[in-house]
């Protein structure tokens, strides 16, 4: 090449051109950053256990009588205690003659579990018909601190007389027995059962 002019351009292209390459391999041979592609999400199949059905047992009639029999005479229909009351439900004989068992003797009353439960059911149903009032209009309230219900209001009518239950009403009067019991214990002890009573 004679013209050097064109000689030197042709160096600055050829050292352009391995320049170029020169860098478009370096851009190459950089890495460029992977991107992290997320595996798909799986789903999981978690067996929830079912709730079990909530059983609400009820207390009954029975369950009452057992309960109020317990505490009683632990359900003895031979028991006869210091005082003189007589069998599972420890009746007073003034109360039985009161509730026409005038003509039942106290050893006949003893050995008849069937008398027994007889005379229990008239007084339940003696003392609801006593206590209707009170049991319409305090059933499921809280009365000088107790939590009131029919099967509370006639077992503290078993231990203390439906007039004393009247009392606890009228104006927070407690007995006590013999043994030192409170009836407000009986009407709380023997709350929220479900009874047969006509």
């Known amino acids: 090449m004679r013209n050097p002019k064109l000689k030197f351009t042709m160096v600055v292209c050829v050292f352009s051109l ?3 390459t020169s860098i ?3 851009i190459h041979s950089y890495a460029l950053p992977t991107l992290i592609t997320p595996k798909p999400i799986q789903l999981i199949e ?3 256990p079912k709730a079990e059905e909530v059983k609400i047992i009820a207390k009954g009639h029975s369950d009452y009588l057992a ?3 317990f505490r009683e005479s632990t359900n003895n229909y031979k028991v006869v205690n210091q005082y003189g009351y007589l069998g599972r439900y420890q009746f007073g004989r003034r109360t039985l003659d009161a509730l026409g068992f005038e003509d039942v003797s106290n050893r006949e009353f003893l050995n008849s579990p069937e008398i027994q439960e007889e005379a229990m059911q ?3 149903e003696h ?3 006593i206590l209707r009032r009170q049991i319409k209009r305090y059933d499921g309230v809280i009365v000088h601190g107790v939590y009131v219900t029919e099967s509370g209001i006639l077992a503290a009518a078993h231990l203390a007389g439906p007039g004393n239950v009247k009392k606890f009403f009228r104006k927070g009067y407690e007995f006590k027995d013999g043994n030192g019991t409170k009836m407000t214990s009986y009407m709380t002890k023997f709350s929220g059962y479900e009874l047969a009573i006509r």
Do not use: D, R, S, W
């Open 24 to 26: 478009t391999k370096e």
């Open 46 to 48: 978690v067996e929830v």
């Open 18 to 20: 391995m320049a170029f």
């Open 122 to 124: 008239a007084l339940l």
């Open 127 to 129: 003392n609801q018909k």
């Open 67 to 69: 309960a109020i029999g």
